[in-house]
């Protein structure tokens, strides 16, 4: 991943989620976690990714070919 952190199989997840447009409640339940705990993956994959905010994860996981680019007809 170059100059990234890696990112752990459970925060990989969350970003395909994230880059999916879920929220983090709707990411909470589609993985059987607790909001509490998607809130803290979320943080960690922002650190890791040097971002603040999900547009800016989103278009570096593009980047990095964290998450494929989604087609929209």
Not at 27 to 53: G, M, P
């Amino acid at each position: 991943m170059n100059d990234l952190t890696p990112l752990s199989q459970r925060e990989k997840q969350v970003l395909m989620l994230i880059c999916q447009g879920l929220s983090n409640k709707q990411i909470a339940a589609e993985l059987n976690l607790t909001l509490n705990t998607v809130n803290s993956y979320v943080v960690a994959i922002f650190r890791k990714l040097n971002v603040s905010n999900r547009a800016s994860a989103v278009v570096k996981a593009i980047k990095y070919n964290l998450c494929p680019v989604f087609v929209l007809c």
